[in-house]
């Protein structure tokens, strides 16, 4: 099951996705999140984020992990820096 919600930012799409997740007894998975800390990545190698090829290049070789409310970029914790 795929559910996807769309809104603008400060809308709630987060706290209605992660209630009904709830409910629904199944996996929240944040891809706001997941893209942001790709674009993290992509200034943190000093890649052009203009360059295509260069950010698929850094989305290759980077791990996005959850632990619990906080999102680990190659096993850092980016939480703070993601959502800022």
Same mark, same amino acid.
Do not use: C, W
């Given at each position: 099951? %795929?559910?996807?919600?769309?809104?603008?930012?400060?809308?709630?799409?987060?706290?209605?996705? $992660? /209630?009904?997740?709830? $409910?629904?007894?199944?996996?929240? /998975? =944040?891809?706001? #999140?997941?893209?942001?800390?790709?674009?993290?990545?992509? /200034? =943190?190698? +000093?890649? =052009?984020?203009?360059?295509?090829? #260069?950010?698929?290049?850094?989305?290759?070789?980077?791990?996005? +992990?959850?632990?619990?409310? $906080? /999102?680990?970029?190659?096993?850092? =914790?980016?939480?703070?820096? %993601?959502? +800022?």
């Amino acid at each position: 099951m %795929i559910i996807t919600i769309d809104g603008p930012a400060g809308s709630g799409k987060s706290t209605v996705a $992660r /209630l009904l997740a709830e $409910r629904l007894n199944v996996r929240f /998975l =944040d891809t706001g #999140a997941m893209y942001r800390a790709v674009a993290l990545a992509v /200034l =943190d190698a +000093s890649a =052009d984020e203009h360059d295509h090829a #260069a950010v698929a290049d850094v989305a290759r070789t980077i791990t996005i +992990s959850f632990d619990q409310q $906080r /999102l680990l970029l190659n096993g850092r =914790d980016v939480t703070a820096e %993601i959502r +800022s």
